[in-house]
């Protein structure tokens, strides 16, 4: 199916958020998720099942200094 990921149309297999958190391999990491202009909590990610040409933005993290 096709998504919009971070504005790019993107073809995935993934079913649900967390899936697709776990293929972007950001499972452990800092990362906050929007799901059709609203936000995810990590604890609901699971339960939230991908559907074609939905918009999905994940912003994580990235140490440095």
Not at 30 to 39: D, H, K, L, T
């Amino acid at each position: 199916m096709q998504i919009y990921l971070n504005g790019e149309l993107t073809n995935t297999p993934c079913q649900n958020l967390m899936q697709l958190i776990q293929a972007l391999a950001l499972e452990g990491k800092r990362f906050a998720v929007e799901y059709n202009q609203q936000i995810i909590p990590k604890s609901k990610l699971e339960q939230i099942s991908i559907a074609q040409h939905d918009r999905i933005e994940i912003i994580h993290a990235v140490g440095g200094g």
